[in-house]
């Protein structure tokens, strides 16, 4: 079973990902369709990875939109045909810098404070 702490290393190691293809901007963004998939689907892993991790993990970062997240990554999979580039990338620019501070953050106070599940 995963843990929070290897969960939280998932989102990282996603807006990674994406930082890796998106940081020529959005008009390589807007004219790669392969771009656009390797973000959609960084984005779902980040859902799917914030809808796992637990309550005692979630409280210690109360401002995060855990919700929120979560509700994207099933946009993303279940209106695939709905999916709107300019949301998915004010998200990337907006959103994504944002949350790796958080997510790091959560990630030393989960180490400092031990191993969750």
Do not use: C
């Not at 969960?7 to 020529?24: G, M, V, W």
């Not at 919700?67 to 907006?94: C, K």
Request: proline share 3%; net charge negative; hydrophobic share 40%.
């Amino acid at each position: 079973m995963r843990r929070d702490k290897d969960r939280l290393q998932d989102i990282l190691n996603a807006i990674s990902q994406i930082e890796k293809y998106t940081k020529h901007g959005y008009d390589i963004f807007h004219q790669n369709e392969l771009i656009q998939i390797w973000v959609i689907h960084h984005l779902q892993i980040i859902g799917e990875a914030a809808g796992r991790i637990s309550e005692i993990t979630r409280v210690r970062k109360p401002d995060l939109p855990w919700p929120q997240i979560v509700a994207m990554r099933n946009i993303l999979v279940h209106e695939y045909f709905g999916i709107d580039l300019e949301e998915i990338w004010s998200t990337v620019e907006r959103e994504l810098p944002r949350l790796r501070r958080d997510i790091e953050q959560l990630l030393q106070l989960t180490n400092n404070v031990g191993e969750t599940k």
